[in-house]
């Protein structure tokens, strides 16, 4: 609402002209005072309550003219232009009371001026100049929708193209593993028949495929060359395999060229491992970022809340690599509930706290997520030992586009906060956050039974 500007003779005029109480009137709130193209040949005061003024346009859109609060006058434009024609319609924003004069009024003294046109004209300027003032401020809130909008609509293009590539990838994924499960299976089924010894190690690569770090790699290679006396790449071989020095086969520790044959073999079946893994992971990613994309979507009844949390948890499979990650997710309670909005809070809310702490620089950050069920409600607490929120940041943090980033809340998935904040309400649902130096926790209560769903 724009400020009232100040006149200096408001007060004489409010005196002299607006304190018959006969010339008063109620008007409850939603109730007309003008009406656009009616006649009107009053100059209203407001005394308590306020009004907002609307303008009709030919096509039938209505905007926002005027705000009209206490000691603002309505109907300045018919009373003084003598049309006697309301502008706008008026409508009362509250219950309100007004003082009014009509045309039949002459000019008092008291007030500077001869006639009420003077007398009143440093109250036409004010009126003219609050109403300009208002109109700057309604562009800008339109600009500011506008504005909005178009990045509204950008991510949903950018959501429809994803869930777009998402579909083909999976075909794609598909193909693959069924290919891959048919080449691992026909080839181990030959191995194995052929009662080659080197089908052991086959066996072995396609069970557990490389589980070794580098440093887990050097150490047993130098226990292997300790013990049996092997050249470095043999040793490498062996430990790579996984075969610690006690388990290495009899007749396989000296040097000996059939240990380049379990390795190929070993090789091949950690190969197929590895393929079938990630195609697995491969599935998952895009089973998330479709269900991330989908617009709108439908409610699935028996949702598990915490498969929408590991679906979460692979989208950010790459950026979690640098922090401990504790999962403590009890048993829970189906839901009703929209999964690709669910997905979408523990995704943004995970983001928001791997931003702080890769932002404080931490090499040792740890991200908590815990799940417990409640009395008709699940809670899921995602907890992170950043930096923290400073206090005089909490009461904004859920306000659209505030950030204590030099370049603006685009964490996530280009939403924030906000949008977690109006997803979980939406639902019926609450969001708690207490932070200090160490710790911060966000707490999503989500509602429900199998049966419940927000309308």
């Known amino acids: 609402m724009s400020r009232i500007f100040r006149v200096p003779e408001l007060a004489r005029l409010i005196e002299a002209y607006f304190s018959d109480p006969n010339k008063t009137l109620t008007v409850k709130k939603g109730e007309k005072l003008l009406e656009q193209g009616v006649y009107n040949d009053r100059l209203y005061l407001v005394l308590k309550g306020g009004f907002m003024g609307y303008v009709q346009k030919p096509d039938e859109r209505q905007y926002e003219l005027f705000g009209a609060e206490e000691k603002m006058f309505v109907g300045v434009y018919s ?60 562009f800008l809130e339109k600009e500011e929708m506008l504005r909005k ?41 030959r191995l194995l028949s052929s009662g080659r010894p080197e089908s052991e190690a086959f066996v072995r690569g396609l069970d557990k495929g490389r589980p070794l770090s580098t440093r887990q790699l050097r150490a047993k290679t130098r226990e292997l060359i300790a013990k049996y006396k092997l050249s470095p790449e ?58 991330l994309a989908a617009r709108g979507g439908e409610y699935t009844v028996g949702l598990n809340i915490n498969e929408t949390i590991r679906e979460a ?59 417990r069920p409640g009395r008709n409600a699940v809670r899921v607490e995602i907890r992170d030992n950043g930096p923290g929120i400073a206090a005089a940041d909490l009461p904004k943090i859920f306000q659209p586009d505030f950030s204590t980033k030099e370049k603006g809340l685009d964490f996530g998935l280009g939403l924030g906060l906000s949008i977690v904040e109006r997803i979980v309400h939406t639902n ?18 989500w509602p429900g039974g199998e049966n419940h769903v927000q309308t």
């Open 313 to 371: 948890l692979t989208l950010l499979q790459s950026p979690l690599r640098k922090v401990s990650v504790v999962l403590d997710l009890a048993e829970l309670p189906p839901l009703a509930a929209n999964r690709s909005e669910c997905v979408q809070v523990w995704t943004n809310l995970i983001q928001n706290a791997l931003e702080s702490m890769a932002g404080a620089g931490m090499d040792n950050g740890r991200l908590e997520i815990i799940t």
């Open 149 to 189: 909008l178009a990045q509204s609509e950008k991510l949903a293009s950018l959501g429809q193209m994803a869930a777009g590539i998402a579909h083909e990838l999976n075909n794609a994924v598909a193909v693959m593993a069924r290919h891959s499960q048919w080449l691992r299976e026909k080839y181990a089924t």
């Open 234 to 291: 043999a040793a490498e071989k062996l430990a790579e395999m996984g075969w610690t020095p006690d388990e290495v086969p009899a007749g396989r520790s000296g040097p000996d060229p059939a240990i380049d044959r379990l390795h190929d073999q070993w090789e091949i079946g950690a190969t197929f491992h590895e393929i079938a893994a990630a195609a697995e992971l491969a599935t998952e990613v895009v089973r998330s970022v479709r269900a």
């Open 428 to 445: 019926g649902g609450k969001i708690q956050v207490r932070s200090r130096p160490g710790e911060t926790v966000f707490a999503v209560i």
């Open 79 to 138: 009373f003084f232009s003598r049309t006697f024609v309301s502008m706008a319609t008026v409508v009362a924003s509250e219950d309100s009371e007004v003082a009014f004069i009509d045309q039949h009024q002459p000019a008092l003294p008291g007030v500077k001026g001869n006639s009420l046109a003077e007398q009143f004209m440093p109250l036409v300027v004010a009126n003219l100049a609050q109403r300009h003032q208002r109109e700057q401020e309604l």
